[in-house]
């Protein structure tokens, strides 16, 4: 099983770019599809994008359609959240996960979790 850590949250203004990165162990992260999901405070974890296997196929939230990317490098066992025109709303905690099925909008359950790391938007 692959273990997951997150880094590239910050304070960023609104309009702005951040870069999340999701670092992976294991020699097996080519047989999981990955996801970001993100809590807001107050609020149920949501899907924010996934990617297949091999990155062929992408899903995204409605609410990131066109803003976000999401993108993995196997040879360095990485999944990018490339996130463009930042809202205040995009506030929250973001979360690197990964499973062996797809994941896609609605999925909730997944196989390993990273810890989260903070995006704040401010106006």
């Known amino acids: 099983q692959v273990q997951l850590v997150e880094s590239g949250g910050g304070l960023v203004q609104a309009g702005g770019s951040l870069r999340l990165s999701c670092a992976a162990s294991?020699?097996?992260?080519?047989?999981?599809?990955m996801g970001w999901f993100r809590q807001a405070p107050g609020k149920e974890r949501e899907f924010v994008a996934g990617v297949t296997w091999s990155g062929g196929t992408t899903y995204y939230s409605d609410s990131v359609k066109g803003r976000f990317t999401i993108s993995r490098d196997n040879a360095k066992n990485a999944v990018y959240l490339q996130m463009n025109s930042l809202k205040p709303e995009d506030t929250a905690v973001y979360y690197c996960?990964?499973?062996?099925?797809?994941?896609?909008?609605?999925?909730?359950?997944?196989?390993?979790w990273g810890q989260g790391t903070l995006v704040t938007v401010s106006t």
């Open positions: 996960a990964a499973d062996r099925a797809r994941i896609v909008p609605g999925t909730r359950y997944l196989e390993v």
């Open positions: 294991g020699r097996t992260f080519s047989n999981y599809c």
